[in-house]
């Protein structure tokens, strides 16, 4: 390849790079959470290209569905899986499994049946809309609680949560989408299909995680005395855990990942190097840094897409802010009716009202229901709509209540840094 080929892409890169380091200086200064600056500074971004030649270029870099699954997700799995304590979780598991795979179906259920039966969209794609936006978003939640500094074990739940129920809403959507597809109705033995190709995709994916992550451990014991040849270990099983559970097998890379980051983390004083247990951490807040910056900088750009039309943005407007109310209440009914149910299970830890009250309001949408969304055929009936509801859910769901977090977190006496 020429070289030239080549430099124009590598420019593009280095100059967003910039620009997110750059906004992180900025935006500490003025206080506001890095990730939600981005998605502010990416629309302006994006605004400015369409009017200047010099930023034109800037253009040509989009989100797709590859990029955020098979490129950015991965870093950012692996980067909290590796700092989750295993015996917390399994103390935690009862209220996490509870919201993030009875309280997806939930949610799912009732954006549908409000969404179907409230606005012209019809039944299927209402479905579809709840299918996808249902999940809180790993990346979304994650980055921001970091940020805010939340309490150790309201940030393990809303991580672990927000981890565990995209293999929930990824099952669904593929589910709605491929009934769509087959014209075949929702008949009992969909629902059974459907418990099936979860706890297939679910467990899958964790056994595929497990298995790659204990092979990996006697690699990393044979690379013992050189240490960046087992922090190369540590990237190849990230990328490596996720692709090849959900590319070849079909099971849920995120679960997959987040099996092999444990088993990383259980097995790391005995196979890595005290150099390399020193600067392991360090080393994955810098790949989720330049994965955050990216995406959400990206995801920014992406929201253009909404005020592309402002006529026929002006016109569904209301239809929109509906669209947001239904989600949030999709939300509220998620934690207000299932954690009580949870605190009251044998072995589960109670939830307390501050922490219920955050876990709502923290339950940020972000770059996964993007991923799903790009994955609708063109050709398929509002899919237009569908990229409408769920971009505005989204920008709401970052501008607002992720800069809000934190003053509620005050407000509470809940903030306290613990990471």
């Not at 479905?127 to 249902?134: K, N, Q, R, T, V």
Request: charged residues 10%.
């Amino acid at each position: 390849m020429h070289q030239a080929d080549l430099a124009l892409p590598v420019l593009i890169f280095t100059g967003l790079f910039m620009l997110t380091t750059g906004s992180a200086i900025w935006l500490k200064f003025l206080r506001v959470p890095y990730t939600i600056g981005l998605v502010v500074i990416g629309m302006a971004l994006g605004l400015l290209a369409k009017y200047s030649d010099f930023l034109a270029p800037v253009l040509q870099v989009q989100l797709t569905h590859d990029l955020i699954m098979y490129v950015m997700l991965p870093v950012l799995i692996y980067d909290a899986a590796i700092n989750i304590k295993l015996p917390m979780l399994i103390k935690e598991l009862v209220p996490v499994l509870m919201l993030a795979i009875v309280g997806v179906v939930l949610s799912t259920l009732v954006v549908a049946g409000l969404i179907g039966n409230f606005t012209p969209m019809t039944m299927a794609g209402a479905l579809l809309f709840g299918a996808l936006i249902s999940a809180t978003d790993p990346v979304a939640v994650i980055a921001l609680f970091k940020e805010v500094g939340a309490p150790e074990r309201m940030a393990l739940l809303m991580d672990a949560e927000s981890l565990f129920n995209d293999a929930t809403a990824i099952v669904m959507f593929g589910i709605v989408m491929a009934v769509l597809q087959t014209g075949q109705g929702f008949g009992l033995d969909t629902v059974f299909m459907a418990l099936w190709d979860f706890c297939r995709v679910f467990f899958g994916g964790i056994a595929v995680g497990a298995i790659l992550g204990i092979a990996m451990l006697f690699l990393l014991r044979l690379g013992h005395a050189i240490p960046y040849v087992q922090i190369s270990l540590t990237t190849i099983l990230a990328y490596s855990s996720f692709i090849i559970a959900d590319h070849v097998f079909g099971m849920s890379g995120v679960m997959s990942t987040i099996a092999a980051g444990i088993v990383t983390r259980t097995g790391s004083k005995k196979v890595l190097s005290e150099p390399v247990q020193q600067y392991l951490g360090p080393y994955w807040e810098f790949m989720a840094f330049v994965a955050n910056s990216f995406i959400f900088l990206l995801l920014g750009m992406q929201e253009d897409f909404l005020f592309k039309d402002m006529d026929h943005l002006y016109k569904n407007v209301p239809f929109l802010v509906l669209t947001i109310a239904v989600v949030l209440f999709a939300r509220f009914l998620v934690v207000y009716l299932l954690l009580p149910i949870s605190n009251r299970l044998p072995k589960s830890a109670p939830v307390d009202n501050k922490t219920k009250a955050i876990m709502f309001w923290g339950g940020l949408r972000g770059v996964v229901p993007v991923a799903l969304m790009l994955s609708i055929p063109v050709d398929m009936p509002e899919r237009g709509a569908i990229i409408h509801m769920t971009l505005a859910v989204i920008l709401f769901s970052l501008l607002i209540q992720g800069t809000t977090i934190g003053r509620l977190m005050d407000f509470l006496k809940l903030k306290h840094l613990s990471r």
